[in-house]
């Protein structure tokens, strides 16, 4: 167990629609990572939160967006959804923002959209 | 451009025998980190080790070592007495130093390994 939470594991929904999925990071970690795993995109970085701010962005479509909230918990918005977007969503946190920081990883969100 | 490599798509071990999952990165930063993980099937991404550009020594981490060649920009990872909860996929990634700007990290393609009785 990382101490990574994510909710919900499982997501059935439709296209067109928005989601929202939470990650609650290890205690003391300020720092929020969202990755996307799908079979043909590997894993992909699409956001990072450091404290409650945006620190950098990856390859995370407009129709996505997050944030982290003054508890550190952050949520990643999903909207319009299409098949496309079907994988595994991974939230990471790390205590801090250095070279050295290891990301931890939840279990991950995984996203079916029919 | 900061990219991972991992050829090797899938691999057979016996049990109780090494097995070296190869890595190998492109970076122009000379201040980075590598990392590998462990995907089994049930999903969960497990952090394995750890090396840092700067690090004089191999990590090391139980069962696990990284064969770090900085000149080659390699950073194999070895599995010494493979267990068959060894079974899983298997990810290499970097994280370079942005001056703390960022710290997102690239990761490989990813090995199989399967772990034979």
């Known amino acids: 167990d990382s101490g990574v939470t994510q909710t919900p594991k499982h997501l059935i929904t439709a296209t067109g629609q928005r989601v929202t999925l939470r990650c609650s990071p290890r205690?003391?970690?300020?720092?929020v990572y969202w990755y996307q795993q799908s079979l043909d995109q590997g894993l992909q970085f699409l956001i990072q939160y450091y404290n409650g701010e945006e620190r950098a962005k990856g390859n995370i479509l407009e129709r996505f967006s997050a944030q982290q909230f003054p508890d550190l918990h952050s949520e990643l918005n999903l909207s319009s959804l299409e098949l496309g977007d079907s994988a595994l969503y991974f939230c990471?946190?790390?205590?801090?923002?250095?070279?050295?920081?290891?990301?931890?990883f939840g279990p991950g969100t995984r996203l079916l959209v029919l | 451009a900061q990219k991972i490599t991992q050829t090797q798509p899938g691999m057979f071990v016996q049990e109780k025998e090494a097995v070296t999952l190869d890595c190998t990165y492109d970076?122009?930063?000379?201040?980075?980190?590598l990392f590998w993980y462990k995907q089994p099937s049930s999903g969960e991404m497990i952090f394995l080790i750890y090396q840092g550009s700067y690090d004089q020594q191999n990590a090391t981490e139980g069962r696990y070592s990284l064969n770090f060649q900085k000149a080659r920009k390699s950073a194999n990872l070895v599995i010494s007495a493979s267990q068959l909860g060894d079974s899983a996929m298997y990810f290499c990634?970097?994280?370079?130093?942005?001056?703390?700007?960022?710290?997102?990290?690239?990761f490989g393609t990813g090995t199989l390994l399967a772990v034979q009785p």
């Open positions: 990471a946190s790390s205590l801090g923002t250095g070279v050295r920081q290891t990301q931890y």
């Open positions: 990634a970097m994280r370079e130093d942005y001056g703390g700007a960022t710290n997102k990290l690239i």
């Open positions: 205690s003391g970690d300020l720092s």
């Open positions: 970076t122009s930063d000379p201040s980075y980190g």
